[in-house]
């Protein structure tokens, strides 16, 4: 990366690759026309904070470079120094699934990381949890509105008896009835909600709330052998005998789950998922890249870390399956590529349909830069497996977890195999937060990092400044992953009680 840098308030623009021939502009507000670089490149026009300026002279229907990769063609000629926003980018063909390299440059194995443990809570199944959460699971969305108000109670007048649990969460959805569910694809929200519920910071303790007509059965969201309650709504006495029951049986489970303590425990117990949203073109060059890093020493350290968003690796897919640690986790990233392509074709879309306008006002021109800085979030390491939507992580090391790119949708299914956290970079900004487990929210820029002062975990934003390095930002969140895992920190997210809904993916009909 060549960065045109002064720590004086100069002009200054982020080169990725020595090939590019377009780069971003770093100063915050953008630059007018008539700036000059240090180089001598001078703006045509006004250019916003992280669009990007033409390095040289480009032709019609000219390959526009960044990252060292095609992003799109011009539509038009576009002269040195002028602004290159997405109206003038051809968007090109993404790379076929059928010419891909596979598991021919895998990444040396990196050197063991150790001596980093956490305090964790360890459950009964060997597993560890990072929280200590009663968990109550919902099998049909017709019973929210009751185990919501049972859940408020809870936690009034039952939940501060018991000083070691640190939250009671109603994992409510809308699934459950009114859809087909003997339909293929209704695997992917049934084992969702299955594996939600046994999510390891619920400590083993299985709660779950159904009316008693849904189509998904309560048993099914329970695994063999498991200490669990099923509370069915129609067969209760009225709404006050509904609510008095769930907050019976909520006391039993917080009973137990009291007693948990936090242990010393290596870090090959941690799965961390990594997600970004409201993404700009910063994205690529400070946080994705930095997280990256930190994914690296995870790796090391014997964690497993998740990276998702089909349409935001598709573009990016070539650079990735050369990573696969052999040709079946090859195969299985381009399983999952193609599987996601037919979805869209089928709801008559295409991966063009992921870029936002917040995303365009940030710099990115569309789904493919977009994607080449997305996977920035995947480090180096050879890539060890892939979980189609909803599958439980089982593997340690890096690992592919297909999910849509919406940030509801891929957290849900990210918790679903297991994260005990989740590192979530941002360019434009999003209060966005997970109630089953603390979420890291890193900023690519200084200017939202200071807009946002009580909102950010962590600033990547030094690094387009020459403030702070990758490596040096990358190891800040690595520590801040295993304070926040220890409960010795909170994100932001959770100190002010921040939290999205569950958004299962379902693409199988509704009835």
Known sequence: MQLIVDQKEVPLYIKINPTDNVAIVVNSGGLP???VFACGLELREPVPQGHKVALVDLDQNEAIIRYGEIIGYTTRPINKGSWIDETLVHMPKPPSMDELSIANKVPEQLPPLEGYTFEGYRNANGSAGTRNIL?????????????DYAVKKIKEEILPQYPNVEDVVALNHDYG???????PEAIIPIRTLQNLATHPNFGGEVMVVGLGCEKLLPVRLIPDGADATIIVLQEQQGFSAMVQRIM???TEKLKKLNNRQRVLCPISDLVIGMQCGGSDAFSGV?????????????????????FSEVTEVRDGIHLLTPRAVNEEVGRALIREMKWYDHYLELGGADRSANTTPGNKRGGLANIVEKALGSIAKSGTSAIMGVLAPGEKATQKGLIYAATPASDFVCGTLQLASGI??????????????LAMAPVIKVSTRNALTEHWHD????????????????????WEIFRLIIDVASGRKETWAEHWGLHN??????PAPIT
Not at 135 to 147: P, R, W
């Open 33 to 35: 026309a008539g700036t």
């Open 135 to 147: 968990g109550i699971t919902t099998s049909v969305q017709c019973v929210a509105g009751v185990l």
């Open 177 to 183: 009835c009114g859809v087909a569910i003997n339909a």
């Open 248 to 250: 019976e049986e909520a």
């Open 286 to 306: 400070t946080a994705n890249p930095a997280v990256g890093y930190a994914a690296n020493l995870l790796v090391r350290a014997g964690a497993t870390v998740l």
């Open 420 to 433: 005990h956290l989740q590192v979530f970079t941002t360019g434009r900004g999003t209060p966005y937060g």
């Open 455 to 474: 909102l950010i975990d962590v600033n990547a934003g030094r690094i387009a400044t020459g403030e702070a390095t990758i490596e040096e930002v990358g």
């Open 501 to 506: 809904a569950l958004c299962l993916f379902n």
